[in-house]
């Protein structure tokens, strides 16, 4: 019996995300990457000066490196990349399901941060960063027109990307929704909300709490208008000025903490 299109597509899915790998580059995401247990490593291209400066976690990884000279890096990255030296083909981290993440035992009640439509990578590798800083439990994107797993990402993340999960999703409504379910309270930001973020939580910051952050200029989606709980918005000083969406993250995490 011949299988349904749409089995077929989906195990062709799967077969192209288990051969999908990601060059990581820059000291600092090479050396939180080589030091994670639960990242596969598959080859490290280093310059003698950067092997100096990684030779314990290239050690504790066990990865034999490729020697490279500095003038002619052997690594396929993009030529205008800071790579300080140091490049590593990896395997791109499985966080599990968003309900892995987002019941999962902690000290205070969850906060996390959904991405409708942010696509630049440097953005996301900061919101990571501010996502670990203030021990969000999850970033959530769309898997189309969001920032993937890159190089770019993970340098500007500074390590973040091998701490913080960062998982992508189908479908945001759908995932709002199902957080909802699990007893989350979902804030979007909105720059014409009546209300802030502080306002929308008062009494209620023993709740799970999900932020939702849209792309800059087009912001949320209508869609996404419509599902989240309440739009809020951050209070900026005589109501002018605004923030770029890395910048809107972590402040909206930090009135956002329990």
């Not at 349904?4 to 288990?18: D, F, S, Y």
């Not at 709002?176 to 209300?195: P, S, T």
């Not at 973020?197 to 009494?203: R, V, Y």
């Not at 951050?234 to 890395?246: H, K, P, Q, R």
Request: net charge positive; glycine share 8%; aromatic share 4%.
């Amino acid at each position: 019996m011949q299988k349904p299109k749409w089995v077929i597509a989906k195990e062709q899915a799967k077969r192209a995300a288990a051969a999908e790998t990601v060059w990581l580059f820059g000291l600092h995401a090479v050396r939180d990457a080589l030091e994670n247990n639960a990242r596969t490593k598959l080859k490290l291209v280093v310059t003698r000066n950067a092997l100096d400066k990684l030779a314990d976690s290239v050690a504790k990884a066990g990865i034999e490196p490729v020697i490279s000279d500095p003038r002619k890096f052997d690594a396929p990255l993009d030529p205008q990349s800071v790579h300080q030296g140091a490049a590593l083909e990896v395997k791109p981290l499985d966080w599990g399901s968003l309900q892995d993440v987002a019941l999962g035992e902690g000290p205070m009640p969850p906060r996390m941060v959904l991405l409708d439509r942010v696509t630049d990578p440097h953005n996301v590798g900061a919101i990571l960063r501010s996502a670990e800083v203030f021990g969000a439990r999850a970033v959530v994107a769309v898997q189309r027109h969001s920032a993937p797993e890159t190089g770019a990402l993970a340098k500007t993340a500074s390590g973040a990307l091998e701490r913080q999960p960062y998982l992508r999703v189908r479908n945001l409504a759908d995932s709002i929704i199902a957080l909802q379910q699990m007893g989350y309270l979902v804030l979007g930001l909105d720059g014409e909300a009546k209300n802030t973020i502080e306002q929308a939580l008062d009494g209620k910051r023993d709740r799970a709490v999900a932020l939702v952050m849209g792309a800059e200029g087009p912001g949320l989606r209508q869609k996404t208008l419509e599902t989240c709980d309440h739009l809020v918005r951050i209070d900026a000083s005589g109501g002018f000025g605004s923030l770029n969406v890395s910048n809107a993250a972590a402040v909206a995490l930090y009135a956002a903490k329990a």
